[in-house]
């Protein structure tokens, strides 16, 4: 894969795992700026791990990841957030004994996105911005770690499985913000996640692990409407 000089992220033959498991085994991606990317694949494929190790967090045995055309594995990973790479960890760890908004304040970086527009995208936080970490709902929660991301004003947001075990009505919620975030503000991200019919129309591109390599690299429309090929790499079956 030739590095194009305009992408906000290209990775080249990455591998990567903890210890002497390698994971990612010779990954190669590129995205752009403001683009939406599903990651998708079955459990323990590598996904995770992919966005653990952009964040810095695995150790690295081959490959090259470039951001804005910077050697990301020469940058800390406490310099990463810094250089415009969020992340909302499946485990989300908002600060418990915080109110939702000195959650969302503590970190941010000056950037287009502030307390009032993070509020327009979730009114559920406005309406609990006195509320401690602790007193929120699951789905509350996840999305306060999505607000507090965006709060970094990253350029490349990644989501690690936020729909997982929330009420119908949350993960509706929480869609419907991702998808004014990729196709109305024009917020990079990565999306990894289960609910594939849901992360496929929230994104412009697929691509599917298998055993820790890419296997499948498209249009998230074009998998969409592919049963067979969902099927076969991921097990699941998008309602037509």
């Known amino acids: 894969m030739s590095v194009d000089a305009s992408a906000l992220l290209h990775i080249e033959g990455l591998r990567s795992g903890y210890g002497d498991a390698i994971v990612v085994d010779g990954c190669s991606l590129s995205m752009k700026a403001g683009e939406g990317i599903a990651l998708l694949g079955r459990n323990g494929v590598g996904k995770t791990t992919l966005l653990v190790t952009l964040m810095g967090l695995t150790r690295v045995r081959g490959g090259s990841m470039q951001w804005m055309g910077r050697d990301l594995l020469r940058m800390r990973a406490s310099d990463r957030a810094r250089a415009g790479i969020g992340w909302v960890p499946q485990e989300r760890e908002v600060f418990p004994s915080l109110t939702v908004e000195e959650n969302l304040t503590v970190t941010a970086l000056p950037g287009p996105w502030s307390l009032a527009r ?3 995208l979730f009114p559920r936080l406005a309406e609990r911005r006195k509320n401690f970490g602790n007193q929120l709902s699951g789905g509350e929660q996840q999305m ?4 507090r991301a965006l709060m970094l004003n990253p350029k490349l947001l990644l989501l690690d499985e936020p729909l997982e075990g929330l009420a119908p009505v949350i993960v509706d919620e929480l869609c419907a913000a ?3 975030m990729v196709k109305s503000e024009g917020q990079g991200l990565i999306l990894v996640e289960q609910h594939v019919e849901q992360a496929l129309s929230l994104t412009h591109r697929a691509i599917v692990l298998e055993r820790g390599r890419i296997v499948h690299e ?3 429309e074009v998998l969409r409407a592919d049963p067979q090929s969902l099927d076969r790499w991921i097990g699941v079956r998008v309602a037509a």
Do not use: N, P
């Open 144 to 147: 306060l770690a999505v607000g």
């Open 178 to 180: 991702i998808a004014a």
């Open 118 to 120: 993070v509020y327009r």
């Open 218 to 220: 498209g249009t998230s």
